[in-house]
Structures are given as structure tokens and as C-alpha cells.
């Protein structure tokens, strides 16, 4: 598979230079400086594009391309924003950039409530705390009904919480969950917004009555309606499945499993419909295994994430070491090497390590920890190679 490594652009305290030295051979990377629903021009794409190629390296993943949220609700704009979306599509198909990763999760991407969580060797990982989720939903949010999505025991622990948590925990938890993880990624919240958390339920109202099947319905259409497109450009649209891989906050999400993924592969049947295999994200729903996921979509899948998360119970997970978690990335090394060996990879949610924490990257995107697991993940790469090539 192709290294890939995730790249924030011209700002990023993590150069291109550094990131020849360690043998990444392409870059992920987005137009992060156009506002969402604006269109791609062809100029800020060759502009960024010749950037990235005069240091030796080539663009070989969109992440992302927005899908704005008028389209995931239908709201009446919806259509407007597609042929936009077309455009850009158009323009990235023209500069030579085929690969888009975009997710349909309503509102929020990723999920953790805490970015700093410590292991014992000093390290630090991507935390997420069911009850403390829990706490941010009913507390701290106060959504309409939230109680009910939680059982007894979750309840209980948020009461627990509710006696101990200071307005700097409350204040740290609103930051985790809607800000830090959510701005740096095109999100809907960025650092500086006034009052969040206002915002935020502004935008889950959005979704009001919007369920499962409508969310389903409103990915098809837009499938649907940009794959002509994809097949005149060559363009490979790539899911990323939902961050934790379950419901949220009352929304619906639509790539949680097996039977998601199924759905939607068979609901716009043309192949250049397909995945990104994030493994980081369903590794963290206890009902998915993964090997088995991976052998049955390999075809279908058009970029992978690696990385790994431990369950610890109680609906708690942390990022792992990429040589361990329930991921089992050897076995998914092996089921995408032998299927499609051209496949982009970059390693995904690395630790905070040997300083990490003191040069301000994004969370879950430092750059020793992400360095150590590209060379774990290189390791196993050049296992199974040998392993094909001798069978």
C-alpha cells in the first residue's frame, strides 16, 4: 500500500520536508481554507497541488471534501450545493486528484472527551469516557430527552459527575467534544466561536424528525447525483464510517457496521462508490470484526485508515498502540495487500510523545507519535510483502 500521511496544509507545524525524510510517499491533505459549500478552483488546487509535488511528493487523497449539512437533511438549498460539490469534483478530476474522502455524519465528526489521556510509559492518547459523554449530552447540552438514550448505571455516574465537575472541567469537556476535534477539519464549530455550545444545538435541530432511513435516503440522492461526475473524471468517493460507530446525541448515523456499509455499497451499485476503511473508528464498536469486514469490502474500499482502539468497558475506549487494540492490523495488512496492493494508507491517531504536547499540532495528529506508527505499520507491510511474494 502507498504512505500516506495527513497534512494540513502550508501552516502545518509538520512540513513536507520532515515528512520526506521519514518515507511518506503521498499526502492527504484539503482545501482547508474554503469555507464549506464554496467551490474548489482549479487554481487554489494546481497552486496547492505543484506545493506538495515540489518537495518530492504527490497529492493522493482528498480529506476532505465537505458535504455540508444542507445536503445530509435536504434542506432547500440541497441541490444547489451538489452542483457545486460537481464543480469541484470536476476541478480536483481535471488537476489529477481522484480520491475523495468525505464522511455523512450529521453535524459532529469524531468523538473524544479527552485529547490527553495518560499511559504509564508518559505517553498520551485520544480518550473516550461513556459517562462523561453522557454528562456533556444531558448537563452540559440539556438535549430534549438525552436521559433515555443511557441506562441506569451511566445515569447514576453522571449524577456522581455532576457533584465534582468545576465550570474548567465543564468548560475542558465542551472544548474535547465540539470544539478541538471538530474546527481544525472544516467542522461546523471552530476556537474563538462565541458560545458553542448554543451553536451546536442550533445545529442538531437541524435534524429534527431526520431518521435513519431519511439520513440513508438523502446519501443516495446525493450519490446518485454526483456519479456521473465521478465516472467522467475518474473520481473515488470513499466514505469514512461514523466516529464512534453508533447512534449520538438523538442523530442517525448510517456507517456503523457491516450492514451499513452493505447498504450503501448496494444502494449506488457504481464502483467508484466506496469506503475508507478507518479501523481506528470501527474497532471502537465491540460489533464489528473487522477481519471479516475488511475481506468482505476490499474491493469496494479506496483508502484505508490504520490504527487500533481498546475497549475497557462501559462503553469507554482508548486509542492503542498500533501494534495492538481489537484492530488486528496484520490480519488487515494481509486482506488489502493481496486485493489491492496500490491502496493509499496513512496511520491514523498516533500517541503525543518526546514532546509532542508542547508543539501545538492537532489533536490526535502529532508527529513522533504518528512517525512511530508509520514505522510499526511499514514493518508490518514489509512482513506481509515477503509473505505473498514467497507463497
Not at 61 to 80: H, M, N, Q, T
Not at 168 to 193: H, M, P, R, W, Y
Not at 264 to 280: D, E, I, Q, R, Y
Request: hydrophobic share 40%; aromatic share 10%; charged share 30%.
Amino acid at each position: 500500500m502507498e504512505k500516506t500521511w495527513r497534512w494540513f496544509g502550508k501552516k502545518d507545524k509538520i512540513t513536507l520536508s520532515m515528512l520526506r525524510q521519514i518515507g511518506v510517499e503521498g499526502i492527504v491533505t484539503a482545501l482547508h481554507e474554503v469555507p464549506n459549500g464554496e467551490i474548489w478552483t482549479k487554481e487554489a488546487i494546481l497552486d496547492l497541488k505543484q506545493y506538495i509535488e515540489s518537495y518530492g511528493l504527490r497529492w493522493s487523497v482528498v480529506e476532505s471534501l465537505p458535504v455540508v449539512e444542507s445536503i445530509k437533511y435536504a434542506g432547500p438549498d440541497r441541490d444547489e450545493q451538489i452542483e457545486r460539490y460537481k464543480i469541484s469534483l470536476q476541478n480536483l478530476g481535471e488537476c489529477g486528484v481522484h480520491t475523495i474522502c468525505y464522511n455523512f455524519m450529521p453535524v459532529i465528526d469524531w468523538i473524544r472527551t479527552d485529547l490527553h489521556h495518560k499511559w504509564d510509559d508518559g505517553t498520551t492518547s485520544l480518550y473516550f469516557d461513556y459517562a462523561r459523554f453522557a454528562y456533556f449530552d444531558i448537563k452540559i447540552l440539556k438535549r430534549e430527552g438525552a436521559e433515555k438514550a443511557y441506562d441506569q448505571d451511566v445515569l447514576k455516574k453522571v449524577e456522581e459527575l455532576d457533584k465534582v465537575m468545576t465550570d474548567a472541567d465543564k468548560d475542558e469537556l465542551i472544548d474535547s467534544i465540539i470544539v478541538k476535534t471538530q474546527g481544525f477539519v472544516n467542522g461546523n464549530i471552530k476556537e474563538g466561536d462565541l458560545n458553542p455550545v448554543s451553536i451546536f444545538k442550533k445545529l442538531l435541530s437541524l435534524y429534527d424528525g431526520i431518521t435513519k432511513d431519511d439520513l440513508r435516503e438523502n446519501m443516495r440522492y446525493f450519490l446518485d447525483a454526483i456519479m456521473p461526475v465521478c465516472d467522467k473524471y475518474d473520481m473515488k468517493m470513499c466514505v469514512h464510517p461514523d466516529d464512534p460507530p453508533y447512534q449520538v446525541l438523538g442523530l442517525p448515523r448510517i456507517v456503523c457496521n457491516a450492514e451499513d456499509i452493505r447498504w450503501f455499497l448496494g444502494a449506488v451499485k457504481n464502483p467508484h462508490n466506496g469506503l475508507t476503511f478507518c479501523a481506528g473508528s470501527l474497532s471502537s464498536g465491540a460489533h464489528n470484526n473487522l477481519p471479516e469486514m475488511a475481506a468482505e469490502f476490499a474491493e469496494r474500499t479506496h483508502f484505508v485508515h490504520l490504527r487500533s482502539c481498546k475497549l475497557l468497558g462501559g462503553g469507554n475506549f482508548i486509542e492503542a498502540p498500533h501494534t495492538g487494540g481489537r484492530a488486528q492490523l496484520v490480519e488487515l495488512i494481509r486482506i488489502f495487500e493481496n486485493v489491492n496492493p496500490e491502496l493509499p494508507m496513512r496511520v491514523d491517531h498516533g500517541k503525543e510523545m518526546l514532546g509532542d504536547d508542547e508543539k501545538g499540532y492537532n489533536p490526535g495528529y502529532s508527529f513522533h507519535g504518528r512517525m512511530l506508527a508509520l514505522g510499526q505499520v511499514d514493518g508490518m507491510m514489509a512482513v506481509v510483502k515477503d509473505e505473498l511474494k514467497n507463497a
